[in-house]
Structure formats: structure tokens, C-alpha cells
Nanobody
Framework: QVQLVESGGGLVQAGGSLRLSCVASGRTFNNYVMAWVRQAPGKEREFVAAIRWDGLTTYWLDSVKGRFTISRDNAKNTVYLQMNSLKPEDTAVYYC????????????????????WGQGTQVTVSS
């Protein structure tokens, strides 16, 4: 499995921005579909966005479309989540996840196919 380490979380006021980073190590980064997943207190994990090796993206949550952008730098083994216009409801622990099952398989059953996870980074948005 690939090892994942997130960074970039913190406390920000509503309307502010944060950029999360996730550095991968241990395996060939290009082989992995990368995703960001979040979990708010008392709620289930929800997949936010995913990106393929060539930059193809998908966003699961309508609430983040137009505000969040997922990207990756394969040379740096890093995936990013740029979060703009943050809202209090974006408060959560954000996790980076990786799948080597291919794009369509990964998206068809995310919980079953994203097998590598980071430790998470806390994002808190104050009103």
C-alpha cells in the first residue's frame, strides 16, 4: 500500500481559503486514483472529490462544486485540495485516500476500493 500524509488544515473564518496537501510514498503515484474524504463530528465519512493520474476529476458533493478544486502534481507525489469560500458546514477532518483499482472501479464503490488512507487533517471554519 501507499503511505499518505496530509497537511494544511487549520482554523479559518467563513469565506476564507485553505489548501490541503497529501504526499504519497511507497508506490508508483501515477498508478493511483486519489481522493479527498471528510468526516464531520457525528456524521459518516463523505467522499469529496477524486482525481486520476492524467488530471481527470470528479466531485461527489454538490455543495463544494465551484468552491473546491482537486489537483495533483505527479512529479511531487502530491495531491491538493484548494478550498475557497469556506463555510462552517465544511468543518471536518479531511482525509486523503488512494485506490489502485482504476478510475471506474474506484468510483463505482469508493468505500470498497480506496484502501489506503492518511491520518487526516482538521479543518475548522468559524462563523
Amino acid at each position: 500500500q501507499v503511505q499518505l500524509v496530509e497537511s494544511g488544515g487549520g482554523l479559518v473564518q467563513a469565506g476564507g481559503s485553505l489548501r490541503l496537501s497529501c504526499v504519497a510514498s511507497g508506490r508508483t503515484f501515477n498508478n493511483y486514483v486519489m481522493a479527498w474524504v471528510r468526516q464531520a463530528p457525528g456524521k459518516e465519512r463523505e467522499f469529496v472529490a477524486a482525481i486520476r493520474w492524467d488530471g481527470l476529476t470528479t466531485y461527489w458533493l454538490d455543495s463544494v462544486k465551484g468552491r473546491f478544486t482537486i489537483s495533483r502534481d505527479n512529479a511531487k507525489n502530491t495531491v491538493y485540495l484548494q478550498m475557497n469560500s469556506l463555510k462552517p458546514e465544511d468543518t471536518a477532518v479531511y482525509y486523503c485516500a488512494a485506490s489502485d483499482r482504476g478510475w471506474f472501479t474506484s468510483l463505482g464503490n469508493p468505500l470498497g476500493n480506496f484502501g489506503s488512507w492518511g491520518q487526516g487533517t482538521q479543518v475548522t471554519v468559524s462563523s
